[in-house]
């Protein structure tokens, strides 16, 4: 019986700090955000679609399946959209993302909201700088989670979407790269 005892206690205590250690680092700078870039070897003009266009978003964008514009009319600030997307790790979840544009200037920058209901809300930055015929394509997102177990789980939320943002980008790259212009 006290084997047991001891051993409930080192499972709590493991537990407890745990919970701390996610605690703490949920209050680090730079909690929520996510960068990455990449340069692509196309100008910014034949890039620019790649980020703004429906169709091509979700070639490249991992877990994204629907996009429906909102507001008629090329995208300008103020235009909304719905996203539908799924976590691919577990496709079986399905959350919707409203988003707003906050400022855009083609074909170089783009600023959008982002909110999903099911729980966090962000800011996504991405800004092209063209070079010959190459572009620097670089993506900054800052979110905050609203429901408390998100909150708690931040920092491994945080790493997984860091990395889904690498490999989107890189899809982009050589979708963007072996398209005809």
Do not use: D, G, W
């Given at each position: 019986m006290k084997v047991f005892r001891v051993l409930i206690?080192?499972?709590v205590t493991v537990l407890v700090v745990a919970v701390?250690?996610?605690m703490l680092l949920g209050r680090r700078d730079g909690a929520g955000t996510v960068s990455a870039n990449i340069e692509i070897n196309r100008?910014?003009?034949?890039?620019w679609p790649w980020v703004i266009e429906p169709e091509k978003l979700k070639s490249w964008v991992s877990g994204m399946l629907?996009?429906?514009?909102l507001t008629p009319g090329e995208p300008r600030v103020g235009s909304r959209g719905r996203a539908v997307v799924i976590d691919p790790k577990q496709p079986n979840v399905r959350f919707n993302v409203e988003s707003e544009?906050?400022?855009i200037q083609p074909p170089s920058a783009l600023t959008i909201t982002?909110?999903?209901?099911e729980g966090f809300h962000g800011v996504v930055h991405y800004q092209l700088e063209g070079s010959g015929g190459s572009t620097r394509l670089t993506c900054i997102g800052e979110f905050?989670?609203?429901r408390w177990f998100a909150k708690l789980m931040e920092p491994v939320i945080t790493s997984?979407?860091?990395k889904k943002l690498e490999s989107d980008l890189r899809i982009l790259k050589s979708k963007a790269e072996a398209a005809q212009p």
């Open positions: 206690l080192a499972v701390l250690v996610l100008p910014a003009a034949e890039v629907e996009i429906e514009h544009i906050n400022a982002l909110h999903a209901p905050k989670f609203e997984s979407a860091q």
